[in-house]
């Protein structure tokens, strides 16, 4: 009953909003103030709205949401969850999806999983890293000295030495 008596955001309590006035509790409550009055509508409707924005605007902002640009078809596109290249052919009837064309056949992925690249890289996969061999072929002498190692220091000044077994002797 504590619930159903009490205002919300809007500035009116659920029973207010079902009955048009206010309930009987526990709490002693003047009889003028039980009898049926007209609800503003629009005013209710408008409370919520601010309301909602207002929650939308803190969700944004705790969340660091970013609007991401729309995509035109003819864009390549990196797909993320295939991680093959594609090019858009058009925007779908669903929200923030889009049409792909991607090795001969047509998907609908979500803006979010798509990555705009420019128009110079290829849409192949050829660009593959070649696997690294498993025998060492160094060209670079070798002084013997600890310092000819390639060192670099981390940002907390710990001095990272590479492991013997990547240096080729």
Do not use: W
Not at 51 to 63: L, M, P, V, W
């Amino acid at each position: 009953m504590a619930y159903r008596a009490t205002p919300i955001q809007n500035g009116f309590s659920p029973s207010e909003l079902l009955m048009g006035r206010k309930i009987r509790t526990t709490l002693p409550t003047a009889p003028k103030l039980l009898k049926p009055i007209n609800i503003p509508v629009n005013k209710v409707r408008e409370n919520e709205a601010n309301q909602k924005a207002k929650q939308k605007k803190n969700y944004d902002r705790k969340h660091r949401v970013k609007q991401m640009s729309n995509l035109n078809p003819g864009d390549n596109v990196y797909i993320r969850d295939s991680q093959s290249y594609g090019v858009v052919k058009m925007k779908s009837k669903y929200p923030r999806s889009y049409i792909i064309k991607s090795n001969g056949r047509e998907l609908r992925r979500n803006r979010r999983n798509l990555i705009k690249i420019q128009s110079g890289i290829q849409n192949n996969d050829e660009e593959l890293p070649t696997p690294i061999s498993d025998s060492c072929t160094c060209t670079d002498q070798q002084t013997g000295n600890e310092t000819t190692r390639s060192l670099y220091h981390t940002r907390s000044g710990r001095a990272v030495k590479p492991a013997d077994r990547l240096i080729c002797k």
